[in-house]
Nanobody, 125 residues
Framework: QVQLVESGGGLVQAGGSLRLSCAAS????????MGWFRQAPGKEREFVAV????????YYADSVKGRFTISGDNAKNTVYLQMNSLKPEDTAVYYC??????????????????WGQGTQVTVSS
């Protein structure tokens, strides 16, 4: 069984920074990509940032471009999300995800087959 474990969430004031981490544990597996999605109360899960290991290509939601940076280590199946200039609208539960298969739509959450339990990020105004 593969488990993804997130850490680094918390409460921060608007304009502050947080760094989320996600590490895979359990049986060995190879992922084509990993990423971060988030879900705010009463809203649907949305894509934040993802990375495809083979090409190093990263994708960002328009709402976080220039403020968030995704990075990671393919060999260790770890991924990070550096979040700067946080805004109250960034408040959500952030989920780490990994996909074992290639896809032409890496930003679609349904293409990811492993998920973490989520970590709360709260940005106060």
């Amino acid at each position: 069984q593969v488990q993804l474990v997130e850490s680094g969430g918390g409460l921060v004031q608007a304009g502050g920074s947080l760094r989320l981490s996600c590490a895979a544990s359990g049986r060995t597996f190879s992922s084509y990509g990993m990423g971060w999605f988030r879900q705010a109360p009463g809203k649907e899960r949305e894509f934040v940032a993802v990375i495809t290991w083979s090409t190093g290509t990263t994708y960002y939601a328009d709402s976080v471009k220039g403020r968030f940076t995704i990075s990671g280590d393919n060999a260790k199946n770890t991924v990070y999300l550096q979040m700067n200039s946080l805004k109250p609208e960034d408040t959500a539960v952030y989920y780490c995800a990994a996909r074992q298969y290639p896809t032409i739509v890496p930003t679609r959450w349904s293409n990811y087959n492993y998920w973490g339990q989520g970590t709360q990020v709260t940005v106060s105004s």
